[in-house]
């Protein structure tokens, strides 16, 4: 009695010989989700998801997501970029927590948001 069958033993579905996953479809170029929707890089389902698994409110409607991701991506964007700024400045090119805190730091709106925020290993500005 064979346990397994003969004629398909070379390698599971979607996967090449080493294990290393393949395209499972063919032909599908990209997803029409709401992120590619709104134009945005943040995932605009799992905001939904998140925002309706915390509890924050009954009813989320479908704006709503789309809206906060665009915010947190905007947000996100902007501290990089200074962030980027900052690294450059000190002739590094990683962005580590140290660049961080002097981004936010030295931007006036940011460092109002986050004042209650400490971030690890990022140090206090330098005043003298």
Known sequence: ???FSTHNMSTPRGKDKK??????KKGKTGGSGRSKKAGLTFPV???ASLLKSGRYT???G???PVYLAAVLEYLCAEMLELAGNASRDN???RINPRFLTLAIRNDEELNKLL???TIA???VLPNI
């Open 19 to 24: 294990g290393a996953k393949t395209a499972g």
């Open 1 to 3: 009695v064979y346990f």
């Open 115 to 117: 004042s209650g925020v």
């Open 121 to 123: 290993s990022g140090g």
């Open 45 to 47: 389902g799992r905001t």
């Open 62 to 64: 479908k704006g709503a």
């Open 91 to 93: 002739k590094k090119k």
């Open 58 to 60: 009954r009813r989320v």
